[in-house]
């Protein structure tokens, strides 16, 4: 498990020890059932950035077929011997509609045995069926030294990724640094498809997301927390999902835990707090499809806090693109639409 989650499932015990734990286990069913669709156009979806535990894939799966997405690509796959093979069996209960993908281990980062032990781990769990890697966070040597994703170290670690042809997904962060250190991997790195998540860390910089997306044809984003900041220019985050329709995957940043009981679990969006009510998950869906498909001013903000937004109205290419083509060609999901 990693960090993240831990975090998120101690937060969960400690609600249950306040004496909320009956809520959270008895409210979630509920908003996996019968939940209206908001969607306004008919295009089924491809949702590329959940964190699933295998116990709750069926919420997850009931959920998001409410919302018109059929495909859930789930980051939190674990490592060969280390939770993987559950996520792999889970998602296999849904043929074609959950993707899997490994996690790399930081542990005992970054030395050239450590390099070798991921390189390995990379080369089973793509026989065990995992579509992708997920680099949960930053490399951190034993003595809390970074290490750049384009540190020279590393190449032999991206270039089995390569000969394996799977994405990678990452969050780069925010700020000058890590925009410099991901142009970098990016030149470095040029046969390896990378996943920016969270629009890159780029979506309030429109503009300057697109000139990078220009130069760096192997480099797709997904648009998971960015929608706020992509609302601050409506004009320039309209004209960026256009031009790069070919590049940017719809992510919800959902994470689905199971508690320490069979009857305890929790939904969480981003990184907030265990969702308790139908009314959160309502806005979230809601405001998203609104913003994307609609010119509809004074949209809530997905979640409680964020500004309103107005809505970009992207033509239907575009959609089709963001939506579920992208996913389709990068990761070879089929045509769910058709099921």
């Known amino acids: 498990m990693t960090p993240r ?24 069913e509920p908003h996996t059932r019968d939940f209206d669709r908001t969607v306004g156009l008919s295009l089924w979806k491809i949702d590329f950035h959940q964190q699933i535990d295998p116990e709750v894939m069926s919420y997850a799966v009931n959920l998001a077929a409410s919302q018109g997405i059929q495909g859930l690509v789930n980051l939190a796959g674990g490592r060969v011997g280390g939770g993987l093979e559950r996520q792999i069996e889970a998602a296999a209960r849904f043929p074609g509609r959950v993707l899997v993908f490994l996690e790399l281990d930081e542990r005992g980062c970054c030395d050239e045995a450590w390099v070798n032990r991921e390189v390995a781990q990379v080369v089973a769990g793509q026989a065990a069926g995992a579509r992708g890697v997920y680099l949960p966070r930053s490399l951190v040597t034993a003595d809390g030294t970074g290490v750049p994703l384009d540190a020279p170290l590393l190449d032999p670690l991206w270039q089995a990724i390569e000969r394996l042809a799977l994405p990678v997904a990452f969050d780069p962060g925010t700020g000058a640094g890590p925009r410099q250190r991901l142009e970098r991997l990016l030149e470095r790195q040029p046969r390896v498809r990378f996943v920016a998540l969270g629009m890159a860390g780029m979506a309030a910089i429109p503009v300057e997301l697109g000139a990078l997306l220009a130069r760096s044809p192997n480099l797709y984003v997904d648009t998971a927390g960015a929608l706020p900041a992509l609302s ?108």
């Open 232 to 339: 601050r220019d409506r004009t320039a985050a309209r004209d960026l999902l256009v031009a790069h329709a070919d590049r940017v995957l719809l992510g919800t940043d959902l994470s689905w835990l199971q508690g320490p009981r069979p009857d305890l679990r929790a939904l969480v969006i981003g990184g907030g707090t265990p969702v308790k009510a139908r009314e959160p998950l309502a806005r979230y869906f809601d405001s998203t499809w609104r913003f994307l498909d609609s010119g509809d001013p004074d949209i809530p903000g997905p979640v409680g806090g964020d500004p309103v937004m107005q809505g970009l109205a992207l033509p239907r290419e575009a959609l089709d693109r963001i939506y579920r083509g992208n996913a389709r060609a990068l990761l070879g999901f089929g045509d769910l639409g058709a099921r």
């Open 5 to 28: 989650r831990a975090w998120l499932a101690a937060t969960l015990l400690a609600v249950i020890l306040l004496g909320s734990a009956v809520a959270l286990a008895t409210l979630l």
